[in-house]
């Protein structure tokens, strides 16, 4: 392909709203436009790496078993009402009308159709399992698009349901998306990591995300160099700490803190850091009040809570603090809280001299001894990981690293299989629920994850695998005959070998072609100039490596193969 036939548009300077690297480098190579907030339009130089991770995502799933369908974007309420989506999903689903009224939604994911469409045709245990995937647009009302092609309103997805006979069906389905996402992430050039995620409180027994690790994510993940656990943040277990430091003999004092109610004023207050503080939080779950305690400065993970109450938690209004407590938002604490369950963070064991509320307007309590004054039969693991905190299966301790997810894989169980009538008749002729799976991967951020994992000051560094074209051709003076029939000679030595070639042919400077040659990211360039005319070789460089080779045009196809086995 001829530079000149195709529509490359790279920029000089970094656009503005561009905070990431891949959000800069794909507006300033000219892989894709802003239309509005959160909508990209693909250009040819993007769309061909598009297609290629899609190609690559294709063939994996072929190869595990799933079968390719293509199901509407726009969905009836009717499906979603079934599920109890319809006023769940949030602000996040967008909404509209037919003409005559009838209610649809953009498709935000596809378990409602995907659930109805194996209801109407599968009836008995012979037709499973099944595994169904489509590679479609999704559209999410994210309130904040940010990022470009990161976090967009409209974004290309590869979403997968597996339905099967039994759990040890859909664990073995599971385990076949696991092992097809390992090898699509390898074969894209990500180094993708599987860490445990949170399943909800609502249904869901296993869950991994398929992280890239980049300073740029927008998840945090802890870690254990000593173990290689790794998890979601917001579902990662924290070990029990060591043993309790050696408490305060300092008498139990009361202090006047009028007004005072925030950790953060207190603090100042009492001129001690947010870890001397037992923070004290009341949650309402399924309708019955507890009392959580956490170091003031931890965050107390609700779904780690949910799951010890068997309810979701939510914190509890003015109203029911003052009944619990005895005293308004913000004066909480454990010394003489009865007739309430109290659930005590790992981390308020670490509390040697504390300072919490006093249950009274107005009034705090400093040189807490918690094992004196109000003592806990059993600390528990409630708080968001943070870094330093004990690894939850060796004694290591875990570290937060910041990550892009690429993919999600999640055992849903039968929620949406009961809900929406996916049933078969079992060897016995019951009537028995598929239990299904579901795989995500972000196809458009795939693309833009491997820019930020392959990418330097100068531009992209393009994976063979997944590059836009294999070798750029530089013709330096292309209005000289000899160096265009060296291009030429070159284009059908290398097209001989199946290689995807972008000459470059403008009659820019020698300058603004390195530079976008750079930019673009293609991994083998090769240019004929004055040096070639005066020598007859070409000089043939990988753009991830800052080697120079010059050879003569017919070791040029094997060099070329060669380089692109190291990209
Ligand atoms: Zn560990």
């Known amino acids: 392909m001829k530079w000149t036939n195709t529509l490359i548009s790279t920029q000089r300077d970094d656009p503005q709203e561009a905070e990431i690297p891949s959000h800069r480098l794909m507006l300033r190579a000219g892989l894709m436009r802003k239309l509005a907030s959160g909508l990209y339009t693909w250009l040819p130089l993007g769309l061909k790496v598009l297609r290629k991770v899609e190609t690559i995502v294709r063939e994996e799933m072929d190869r595990a078993g799933a079968l390719e369908i293509l199901m509407p974007i726009l ?23 037919t003409h005559g009224g009838r209610e649809l939604a953009l498709g935000p994911t596809h378990e409602e159709v995907v659930t109805d469409l194996v209801a109407r045709e599968i009836s008995s ?84 995300e398929f992280m890239v690790p980049a300073e740029t994510g927008e998840d945090a993940i802890a870690v254990c160099p000593a173990c290689g656990y790794a998890a979601n943040v917001e579902q990662a277990a924290i070990g029990a700490g060591s043993s309790a430091p050696e408490r305060t003999a300092e008498k139990l004092e009361e202090v006047a803190t009028p007004g005072l109610r925030t950790v953060e004023e207190l603090s100042g207050f009492f001129s001690a850091p947010p870890s001397r503080f037992i923070k004290t939080l009341i949650y309402l779950a399924g309708g019955k009040p507890a009392a959580v305690l956490i170091r003031g400065d931890r965050e107390v993970n609700e779904s780690k809570l949910a799951r010890r109450l068997g309810a979701a938690a939510v914190l509890a209004d003015g109203e029911t603090i003052r009944a619990v407590t005895g005293a308004p938002l913000g004066f909480a604490g454990p010394v003489g809280l009865t007739g309430v369950e109290v659930l005590a963070d790992y981390s308020v064991a670490a509390v040697a001299d504390g300072i919490t509320g006093g249950n009274r307007e107005d009034l705090h309590l400093r040189h807490v001894n918690i094992d004196r004054d109000c003592p806990i039969p059993e600390y528990l693991d409630l708080a968001i990981a943070a870094a330093g905190d004990r690894c939850p299966s060796c004694s290591g301790n875990l570290a937060i690293r910041r990550g892009i997810e690429v993919g999600h894989v999640f055992k849903l169980g039968t929620k949406y299989s009961r809900s929406l009538g996916a049933v078969f008749n079992d060897e016995r002729g019951e009537e028995q629920p598929a239990i299904m799976g579901c795989y995500g991967i972000g196809v458009s951020r795939t693309v833009a994850a491997i820019i930020e994992q392959h990418h330097d000051e100068k531009g992209i560094i393009w994976p063979a695998a997944v590059a836009p074209y294999q070798v750029l051709l530089l013709a330096l003076a292309p209005d000289r005959p000899e160096v265009a029939a060296a291009a030429e000679d070159l284009t059908v030595r290398l097209s001989g070998r199946g290689l995807d070639l972008l000459y470059d042919d403008r009659s820019a400077s020698a300058g603004v072609k390195f530079n976008d040659a750079d930019l673009i990211g293609i991994p083998v360039r090769l240019t004929v100039g004055k040096k070639f005319l005066q020598t007859g070789l070409v000089e043939v460089k990988a753009r991830n490596s800052d080697e120079l080779h010059a050879v003569p045009p017919e070791e040029v196809p094997d060099l070329v193969e060669r380089l692109l086995g190291q990209a």
């Open 75 to 97: 969905q009836p309420r009717e499906l979603w009402e079934k599920s109890g989506r319809w006023e769940a999903m949030g602000p996040i689903m967008l909404r509209s009308q």
């Open 125 to 208: 245990y012979r037709q499973l399992p099944v595994n169904l995937y489509q590679i479609n647009t999704k559209f999410r009302d994210e309130i904040r698009p940010r990022f470009g092609v990161m976090r967009s309103r409209e974004f290309i997805m590869k979403d997968g349901y597996s339905f099967d006979l039994d759990e040890a069906g859909a664990d073995r389905s599971y385990r076949l998306m696991y092992q097809a996402y390992e090898r699509i992430f390898r074969r894209c050039g990500l180094e993708a990591m599987a860490v445990e995620a949170d399943t909800g409180v609502m249904g869901g027994k296993e869950s991994h």
